[in-house]
């Protein structure tokens, strides 16, 4: 399983926008890539309409979007054109989803990124409690091979800057995804860190100084645009 830091695992895989040679044919740009379990489940359709709406925003801060399941390319093809024709969600219809959508049957692409949790399908007592005593029969799942909610944030030099995991059960917030996205350039571009529930025009925080020399200047004569609470938490206003 890769780790923030790693390199991208290299890839090559047929998708629903032709074949992609990765991370080779996005050199230069950031990509969220993520999987969903399967086509035709409610979840998944929802995030899928919601991340082709944010596609043309995505592009303006040089990010692409990849989508996979272990579904072959003809339910791939079949399930977006369902979303394009027959569904609406929070006012948005006739969406086409115009990302790739990778065809992984092979799980190989699936497993080179830990898309896989064996035991992901877990139920807890109490809901099998309330079905045991109602007389009703619930079916577990205590395997499975499909996708879990991955997300990988990938930066321009095809490292790996984030990692973020959902239950079956819970849609990701893709606006999430985008603020964690734009800290993360934030930070780049600016040498800074960004605080808790940061969004763009928030204040930022000044790395710690790692040398003594460093902390006395913190403590004698902070900047006059910074607020330092001590020599390890200074905040400084967003000027851009």
């Known amino acids: 399983m890769p780790l923030i830091g790693d390199d991208a695992p290299a890839f090559k895989a047929r998708t629903t926008q032709g074949m992609v040679n990765f991370p080779e044919d996005y050199k230069g740009k950031w990509v969220i890539f993520f999987s969903h379990p399967s086509d035709f489940t409610p ?8 991340c082709a709406t944010m596609q043309e925003e995505l592009k303006k801060l040089n990010t692409e979007l990849i989508g996979l399941s272990v579904d072959s390319i003809y339910s791939h ?8 024709d027959r ?8 969406i086409d989803v115009m990302f790739p959508v990778i065809e992984d049957l092979s ?22 409690e309330k079905f045991e005593r109602s007389g009703g029969v619930l079916p577990i799942r205590q395997f499975t ?19 973020l995991y959902y239950p079956f059960s819970n849609g990701r917030s893709m606006d999430e995804v985008k603020r964690l996205l734009m800290a993360i350039q934030k930070s780049d571009s600016e040498d800074v860190s960004t605080p ?37 938490l200074c905040i400084k206003k967003d000027t851009q």
Request: hydrophobic letters at 40%; a negative charge; one cysteine or more.
């Open 43 to 50: 979840v998944c359709t929802t995030e899928f309409i919601k």
């Open 77 to 84: 093809l079949a399930w977006l054109e369902t979303i394009r």
């Open 87 to 94: 569904v609406e969600y929070k006012g948005f219809k006739n």
């Open 107 to 128: 799980m190989e692409v699936a497993r080179k990124y830990g898309m896989i949790h064996p035991n992901a399908h877990y139920t807890p007592e109490s809901i099998l």
């Open 145 to 163: 091979t499909e996708t879990i909610r991955a997300v990988f944030i990938i930066d321009p030099m095809g490292k790996i800057r984030a990692i």
């Open 196 to 232: 808790e529930g940061w969004s763009p025009g928030d204040d930022v925080i000044l790395p710690c100084p790692v040398t003594w020399t460093g902390v006395k200047e913190r403590l004698d004569g902070p900047d006059k645009d910074l607020k330092c609470f001590d020599w390890f």
